[in-house]
């Protein structure tokens, strides 16, 4: 206990000494949001100025990267040492001199932070592991066990304002994903040791979200965590890393009905409605706060990917069946009303300067809702046709991105449409005629009609890129 303690003491002095060295990049970045709100600048001139100030962009140079690694090296050299030097160090002297370790490292990070970049940002990184290093170290020290998610929770609180103090996003972006892995490795993930012993799969710890034991700590450390990753992702990441805290939101909503908590959904039906609802939900969300196009990306990745993943159910050989909860169902249906009444109630011009190609995004954005109801059905025909419905949804989206980017001179769209187009046709085409595949004549036939599809596909994508059309509103 008296080595916790003086491990929050330290930390305690060197965030203190960070605050006053530090402040002045804190400063700058208030008053260009002043500046920002003022009108007086732009939020491109913003991320500009923060950038040449080295703490706007994640962006780092080489010599940067190796420090990122440097650091890494250290601390894995240190727990090597000290693992070897184990037995010959006593309790106290571990202790202590982890404790002078961290205060070291901590003043030195200070120290050197406005000289070189290479140098600082490894005693930053160095600065943030440490804790981790010094938590698990008491444990094994004093032969302590328990809850596997405490000492990440505790590493997680105290290396907080190191990543709000550091000029740069690097720490940030670490701790962030950080949390992400703790919340949803503590929610969702198994008891591995009970699952390797035979045991029944339950899950253990403070941060368990199980349908047998309901604890409000859980809820309640959980809500926390997706706070701090939603506060934490738009005010320290890089621009066009800040929403993908929606994601991690949909996610772990996902997760809610998915995994076996108190919202379980284990009917397949459902669970296929809930993945398009929350599929969709995240792309709106992006498209409502106007995010950037890599964060948009990965929801229209995960958005497509389950559209994708859903043309193979024309395989299944009985209707989709199991049992729900109200709450399962609640928060899916209103994540489907959310998902539906956002796109429409969103202005035109965030799918499309045409207003026609608006309309049509938004209705083959939706589609996928209207189609998914069909897997709660009692009849597996019904399952199939939405089987083949999701087809040719895909391959309306992908003609639309091909046809929009052309009009519109995106090259990006374009190359999308066709990718997708592709990956439905060879996939239909091997998922139909796979089983005619057996002899070595097949494969030359098969092989040639998948390049003459490649390769009237480049042609096509091409031609789109290479003609460029006036765009009228």
Request: include cysteine.
């Amino acid at each position: 206990m008296i080595g916790m303690l003086l491990t929050l003491v330290v930390v305690g002095v060197l965030v203190r000494g960070a605050s006053r060295r530090w402040s002045g990049g804190a400063d700058l970045a208030a008053a260009l949001a002043d500046a920002e709100a003022a009108g007086i600048i732009t939020s491109v001139q913003r991320e500009q100025i923060l950038a040449r100030a080295g703490g706007g962009r994640f962006g780092l140079s080489g010599a940067a990267w190796l420090g990122v690694f440097a650091g890494l090296f250290v601390v894995a050299g240190v727990s090597l040492l000290i693992a070897r030097n184990w037995e010959n160090i006593g309790p106290a002297t571990r202790v202590v001199g982890f404790l002078v370790l961290l205060l070291a490292v901590g003043a030195a990070a200070m120290r050197v932070r406005d000289r070189a970049l290479a140098a600082s940002l490894p005693l930053e990184l160095l600065w943030f592991f440490l804790p981790l290093v010094g938590i698990g170290l008491y444990a094994q020290t004093f032969q302590l066990s328990g809850d596997p998610m405490k000492p990440f929770l505790t590493w997680l609180a105290l290396t907080a304002a190191v990543a709000w103090l550091s000029p740069r996003p690097v720490v940030a972006a670490l701790h962030t994903f950080a949390m992400t892995l703790v919340l949803f490795s503590g929610n969702f993930v198994v008891d591995v040791a009970a699952v390797a012993l035979g045991g029944p799969v339950a899950r253990t710890g403070v941060l368990a979200l199980t349908d047998t034991v309901t604890s409000p700590i859980a809820w309640l450390l959980s809500l926390l965590l997706l706070g701090a990753i939603t506060v934490q992702s738009l005010r320290l990441l890089p621009h066009a890393h800040r929403h993908h805290c929606v994601g991690v939101w949909m996610l772990w909503l996902f997760g809610l009905v998915a995994a076996t908590t108190p919202f379980h959904v284990a009917h397949e039906g459902w669970l296929m409605v809930a993945a398009i609802a929350f599929a969709t939900l995240w792309v709106v969300a992006l498209t409502a706060v106007d995010a950037d196009i890599e964060a948009r990306a990965a929801a229209l990745l995960v958005w497509l990917g389950t559209l994708y993943a859903l043309t193979f159910t024309w395989h299944m050989q009985s209707a989709p069946a199991g049992t729900v909860t109200i709450g399962g169902i609640a928060i899916t249906v209103i994540a489907a009303v959310a998902a539906i009444g956002g796109a429409l109630a969103l202005p035109a011009d965030r799918f499309s300067p045409l207003p026609s190609w608006a309309r049509a995004a938004k209705l083959l954005l939706l589609a996928p809702l209207a189609v998914v109801v069909l897997y709660l059905a009692s009849d597996v025909r019904l399952a199939w046709t939405a089987a083949v419905l999701m087809n040719v949804i895909l391959i309306a989206i992908a003609v639309g991105f091909m046809w929009h980017g052309s009009l519109v001179d995106d090259a990006v769209q374009v190359n999308v449409g066709v990718t997708v187009l592709m990956w439905v046709l060879i996939t239909r085409f091997l998922d139909v005629f796979g089983g005619m595949l057996r002899s070595g004549i097949g494969f030359i036939v098969a092989g040639l009609l998948l390049a003459s599809l490649a390769w009237a596909l480049e042609r096509t994508r091409r031609r789109l890129i290479g003609t460029p059309r006036a765009v009228t509103p």
